[in-house]
């Protein structure tokens, strides 16, 4: 199973919704990623969980909060939002991270639209 | 820090003909990765280079690496319609904090 899965496929939430993204993967990868693109931008990088543990905060607004239960499941929890926010959020995985050099498996993504 | 540049950033290609399309990056890097992304999809893995040299092709797309010039080309043989997408190159390297690094990418349109 080469396979990065993400939930949901799109969601709207309005500024004062608490909602939370959600991403699996079953490949025994111990680095999990969030990553925020904007339309005709590159993928910007949010989050670094490595063995569970958060290991790169690229100063993402406290408005956004990740959470890995468990080495398969990572999570994005949003809340009080705004409409800049809107954007396809990738999740993606790799074997490891120690700083990098793993490639990465990207999910669909979630599109993400705040009202 | 690894910067990554694509040129040119959108290019309208006539079906049938041939194109090259290039990447760049600013310092040292252990691996050199394409992607292709359709409009409101996903990032869609192409090709991983590793070292000097790497050649790898996947129907009418062949990318190659040379490390010494930190350049990386994406060769299109005989356009289609369906290669219509954006392009992405990124970069990384083993080391502290290194993170992915992604050029601007570059939008391809297949014309007829």
């Known amino acids: 199973d080469t396979e990065v899965t993400q939930t949901p496929k799109h969601l709207v939430m309005g500024m004062t919704n608490k909602k939370s993204l959600k991403c699996e993967q079953h490949m025994g990868h111990r680095a999990m990623y969030w990553y925020k693109q904007k339309a005709k931008k590159p993928p910007e990088l949010m989050f670094v969980y490595s063995y569970e543990k958060l290991s790169i905060n690229e100063s993402v607004p406290s408005r956004f909060s990740p959470e890995c239960p468990n080495s398969s499941l990572l999570n994005l929890h949003l809340h009080a939002l705004q409409p800049e926010d809107s954007a396809l959020y990738l999740c993606?995985?790799?074997?490891?991270?120690?700083?990098?050099?793993?490639?990465?498996?990207f999910g669909p993504g979630t599109r993400l639209t705040v009202t | 820090e690894l910067k990554v540049e694509q040129n040119p950033l959108f290019l309208s290609m006539q079906e049938g003909k041939n194109y090259t399309i290039y990447c760049n990056y600013s310092t040292t890097s252990d691996r050199l990765y394409w992607y292709r992304q359709d409009p409101g999809k996903s990032l869609e893995s192409l090709f991983v280079l590793l070292s000097n040299g790497a050649v790898k092709q996947e129907g009418r797309l062949m990318a190659s690496l040379d490390t010494k010039a930190r350049l990386s080309t994406l060769h299109i043989t005989a356009a289609v319609h369906d290669l219509s997408a954006t392009y992405f190159c990124a970069a990384d390297f083993t080391g502290a904090n290194s993170k992915l690094t992604f050029g601007k990418g570059i939008t391809l349109s297949v014309r007829p």
């Open positions: 993606a995985s790799s074997q490891d991270y120690a700083g990098a050099g793993y490639e990465q498996y």
